[in-house]
């Protein structure tokens, strides 16, 4: 990490949350002061941290799916421990509050409740960082894959009149690289991409993790989306090919050039800060793509969104295409007339609450607007949280999505 403050922060939690789940088991199950316990507790933990880590510096050689499931179990332990923190955080704090109350040094009772509370809480907590583990668990097994439809239905007062009730489908975050060449997850993705029979379909970036022949064994599947419109697409930060050692710049140059001829297989019109209108009797609606651009400082800004602006005209309802959601507040939100934006990459990080009520995951910390609607005004920005997945193979919470957003006028 290029911030050794977040570094040492995670460090940090890391040897928190495990020291009280090792003190969380040995309370539970009445294990103080028996060393065989400790020495297979810590030998068995830092063994599976080892081979995790193995796992992730060594993914891009030998059995690279192996070693993604590797890697998950060391942070599907972690995500149990930190829940098991609270309950003993608070059980903590109890106990310094009566330790206080006793007058700052009186003896405790040696047995008796107090004992019993605290494994009672002990097993509480285990209980409670068992359904983070289930899920991730879950996750890696079914939730990758189990493709949701999303429907949202937007309003706008300048909606054309012949657009009224237009469906707008949007895929973004394929990362057709992870699949490793097993095309049946994107064949029933694409059989429900078709069943929703929409006006429009659209893919919002990172259609492959880092190289252009990722995709080419799902071509035959994504070229079977059917559409009356084209299908338009841009590229993500993923798409460039930054994250990998290349012998020359004419070799990544040539990468991004076959993945922008892939596109074109599948049939997709690749949209390079390019405007598209779409005509409805005397009506118009302007599709925009512009290539990545983030306000993060380690992702490209390669999209020229006044160009784009500029090419769109006058149609009075605008649909802007940009794969990173800091784009809209960073550039969009000047542009009035750009209505509707739609954005993927956050994938929700592929982990986290996902209620009707309640949302909550990692990446909101570095990404303000990051799943679902947001809105400022009459501006409309739809974060996407991806249909495939990256680096950890595994989806709890944020599921794979396909986003069918309905065009109402008020």
């Not at 040696?110 to 009672?120: E, I, V, W, Y």
């Not at 140059?253 to 005397?282: C, F, M, P, V, Y």
Request: charged share 15%; net charge positive; hydrophobic share 45%.
């Amino acid at each position: 990490m290029r911030n050794p403050i977040i570094l040492w922060s995670l460090l940090l939690v890391i040897l928190v949350a495990e020291v009280y789940g090792y003190v969380a088991v040995r309370t539970a199950f009445a294990l103080a002061g028996r060393r065989g316990f400790a020495i297979s507790y810590w030998v068995l933990t830092l063994g599976i941290w080892a081979v995790g880590l193995w796992a992730i510096f060594t993914r891009h050689k030998g059995e690279s799916e192996l070693k993604s499931y590797l890697f998950v179990l060391p942070l599907a332990l972690l995500a149990a421990k930190i829940v098991v923190i609270l309950p003993l955080l608070l059980e903590d704090l109890t106990r310094l509050g009566r330790w206080a109350a006793r007058g700052f040094g009186s003896p405790a009772p040696a047995a008796g409740p107090p004992l019993t509370r605290s494994q009672f809480i002990s097993r509480l907590a285990l209980g409670l960082g068992l359904v983070p583990l289930g899920a991730m668990l879950w996750g890696m097994v079914r939730g990758k894959t189990d493709y949701t439809v999303r429907r949202v239905v937007l309003r706008y007062p300048n909606l054309p009149a012949s657009f009224e009730g237009f469906k707008i489908l949007q895929i973004s975050d394929l990362h057709t690289g992870s699949f490793n060449g097993n095309t049946e997850p994107m064949e029933r993705a694409v059989a429900l991409i078709n069943a929703q029979k929409a006006d429009l379909i659209v893919m919002t970036g990172d259609l492959v993790n880092n190289i252009a022949t990722e995709v080419e064994p799902h071509i035959p599947a994504l070229a079977g989306i059917r559409s009356e419109l084209p299908i338009f697409s841009i590229l993500g930060n993923h798409d460039y090919g930054d994250y990998v050692q290349w012998p020359s710049l004419e070799a990544k140059l040539a990468n991004l050039q076959r993945l922008t001829e892939n596109h074109a297989k599948i049939g997709w019109k690749l949209l390079l800060d390019e405007s598209h209108t779409i005509r409805r009797g005397t009506d118009e609606l302007a599709v925009l793509g512009v290539q990545n651009w983030s306000s993060h400082p380690q992702f490209p800004k390669h999209g020229k969104l006044a160009q784009t602006h500029a090419a769109s005209g006058n149609a009075p309802f605008k649909l802007l295409l940009s794969h990173d959601p800091s784009h809209w507040e960073a550039q969009v939100l000047d542009y009035k007339d750009i209505d509707l934006t739609l954005s993927g990459h956050t994938h929700g990080m592929q982990f986290g609450i996902n209620l009707p009520f309640f949302k909550w995951s990692p990446v909101q910390y570095s990404y303000p607007q990051w799943a679902g609607l947001y809105e400022q005004g009459r501006q409309k920005l739809y974060v996407n949280v991806g249909l495939g997945y990256l680096g950890v193979p595994m989806r709890a919470g944020f599921l794979p999505e396909i986003t069918l957003l309905e065009l109402r006028r008020t």
